[in-house]
């Protein structure tokens, strides 16, 4: 079979795009988040969604002040960073009253990432620098 040189070409062309659309989509967590704002937060978990490139996990939030309950989402690394910490798909659930201290998002929206979880009394390493404080 004979190899023609545009298709080599294109194929190229395509696998690199490919890439690079990867590789951008995957951002800088000082891009979305930051670290200067940071917020203690006590909920109960709604939902978790153990999926890449990110895990959340999502909280209701009684506000004491207004009485109104604000909905959290809590980001996490990749299943795969969670497992090096010893997290496993139902480490948390639906139900489990967890406190956190969270950085916040850019944005303003009710996003953070995840810190420093205490999931119905259990601390819960999620990063692999949290292990070094002990």
Partial sequence: MKVRPFTVLVAAAVGIMTLN????????ISAEFDGSRRITLSGTVTKVEWTNPHTFFYIDVRDP???????????????????????????????MIVS???????DGSHKVIARNIVAD??????????NKHQ
């Avoid at 956190?100 to 850019?106: D, I, K, N, V």
């Avoid at 009394?121 to 949290?130: D, F, I, M």
């Fill in 121 to 130: 009394g259990v601390r819960l390493h999620a990063w692999p620098s949290e």
């Fill in 65 to 95: 002040k207004a009485g109104t309950v604000l909905k959290w989402a809590c980001q996490l690394g990749s299943p795969r960073v969670l497992a090096a910490q010893g997290w496993k798909p139902d480490t948390l659930k639906v139900g």
């Fill in 100 to 106: 956190l201290t969270g950085t916040m998002a850019r």
């Fill in 21 to 28: 659309g990867l590789m951008s989509a995957h951002h800088s």
